[in-house]
């Protein structure tokens, strides 16, 4: 029996082992963590080594090595089988091996990537065999155990973690959505960070698409020996496939959808749009389906999450937004009648940056901590103890075709066990107004 060892006992490093064993493997799995899985797993047949890695699994010859995405590979363990040319996977490779009828749409990027998913994923449901997987929160292993016999479309989330460790996996559609530097406490270089998100495209064949971003200079230089044919897109031109003209989306010509009619707001979510609709039409959702499916999407929890409207007023939750930068990009997301609802504990930060936008903020009720900081960042604020008052005075205030943003630019713990708490309270008191 071939022997492989799985590092990294997460949900995926699970899910693969599980996977393994049942295609016939004897598997070993290790974590530096406690595994509380263990005892299951140990039932199943599965060999567990957990608070540390015993020196003696460097002793054994392996099949291959799978490891966690997240775990660096100057890992001393990791750095053993990188040193002695083993070969080493993340789960996406060992899911797609064994996952034959799987159709792939593949994202990744710096910015933006849990979004295009989210929207491809909801224009995919649209043909009912529809699943999300991979950085977005459900490892593919994971439904390939559920699923490994059913023809599936898989909208799939790909940090560059994960890219390092494929080696056949081929999407029948990708896109590198825009490069920025990031994650240089674990790549060696730049240069090797931006080359490793370019590895999504590596495997797709003359058939398959490619979506680049013109727009972007990094990612114009780093898009290059692309096998397959390659789909241009731009927010700035209209000499590329894919493309806006008049408020109007298009792909080759033919209409996709109006901008108008995105419940997301921002120039950023048009080409998240933009890239999910193309890369649906190629994934075989009808050009119809697909405009249906992006006029409903709402966005993702607590991020500039559209919930509804109340006598021509609209609500957005971004309760995610913990620092001014953050919460910048919202303001920017909308040109005027912003009803701002921003506070929470004190981190010490400016919110200087935010009165760039006093044009745009008809009014702000600022609360929590912050409370009194953030209200001198604007012409016309008020401020309140809660959010919950926030929200009160602001629906009180509002007219139509005013917008009420909750875009705390602060961490929530003065009031809130974290920002999901937040999110999902401000929701359901706007739900409750929008009800009444």
């Not at 990294?8 to 393994?20: N, P």
């Not at 919930?307 to 913990?322: C, L, P, Q, R, V």
């Not at 209200?375 to 509002?398: I, N, P, W």
Request: charged share 30%; hydrophobic share 40%.
């Amino acid at each position: 029996m071939k022997k492989v060892l799985v590092i990294g006992a997460a949900k995926s490093g699970i899910a693969a082992a599980r996977l393994l064993k049942r295609h016939g493997y004897e598997v070993i799995l290790t974590d530096q963590r406690e595994i509380k899985e263990k005892k299951e797993l140990e039932k199943t047949g599965i060999t567990v080594y957990d608070q540390g890695h015993p020196e003696e699994l460097k002793n054994t010859t392996y099949e291959f090595v799978v490891k966690n995405p997240g775990i660096r590979y100057n890992v001393d363990i990791i750095d053993y089988f990188v040193r002695n040319h083993m070969k080493i996977y993340t789960e996406i490779e060992i899911a797609y091996r064994y996952a034959k009828k799987f159709h792939y749409g593949a994202v990744t990027g710096t910015n933006g990537k849990t979004t295009i998913t989210s929207m491809l994923y909801a224009c995919l449901k649209m043909n009912h065999r529809a699943l999300a997987a991979g950085n977005i929160g459900t490892p593919l292993s994971e439904i390939v155990l559920e699923h490994e016999d059913e023809e599936k479309d898989i909208a799939l989330e790909l940090s560059n973690f994960q890219l390092l460790g494929i080696e056949c996996f081929r999407p029948e559609v990708s896109v590198v959505c825009n490069l920025a530097p990031d994650h240089l406490d674990y790549m060696p270089t730049l240069e090797s960070y931006y080359a490793s998100k370019m590895r999504i495209a590596m495997n797709q064949k003359e058939d398959d698409w490619f979506l680049r971003n013109v727009d972007d200079e990094t990612v114009m230089h780093y898009a290059k020996d692309i096998q397959c044919e390659i789909i241009d897109f731009s927010l700035k031109r209209r000499d590329v496939d894919l493309y806006v003209s008049n408020g109007e989306a298009f792909l080759r010509g033919k209409h996709l959808f109006y901008v108008k009619d995105l419940k997301v707001v921002g120039e950023h979510n048009v080409s998240n749009a933009m890239i999910a609709a193309a890369m649906a039409i190629k994934m075989g959702v009808s050009y119809e389906d697909v405009e249906k499916a992006l006029k409903e999407f709402k966005g993702i929890e607590h991020r500039i999450e559209y919930i509804g409207e109340k006598d021509g007023i609209s609500f957005y939750n971004d309760s995610k937004a913990t620092n001014t930068q953050a919460a910048c990009i919202a303001l920017a997301s909308f040109e005027k009648n912003i009803l701002l609802l921003a506070g929470g504990k004190d981190k010490g930060i400016s919110f200087d940056e935010m009165h760039d936008y006093d044009d745009r903020v008809k009014h702000a009720f600022t609360f929590g901590q912050t409370r009194e900081k953030l209200a001198r960042e604007f012409s016309h604020s008020t401020v309140c103890e809660t959010m919950q008052e926030a929200l009160e005075k602001a629906f009180e205030t509002a007219q139509a075709g005013d917008v009420i943003l909750l875009s705390p630019a602060c961490s929530s713990y003065d009031q809130f066990d974290n920002y999901e708490q937040r999110g999902d309270l401000f929701r359901n008191a706007c739900l409750r107004i929008i009800h009444a």
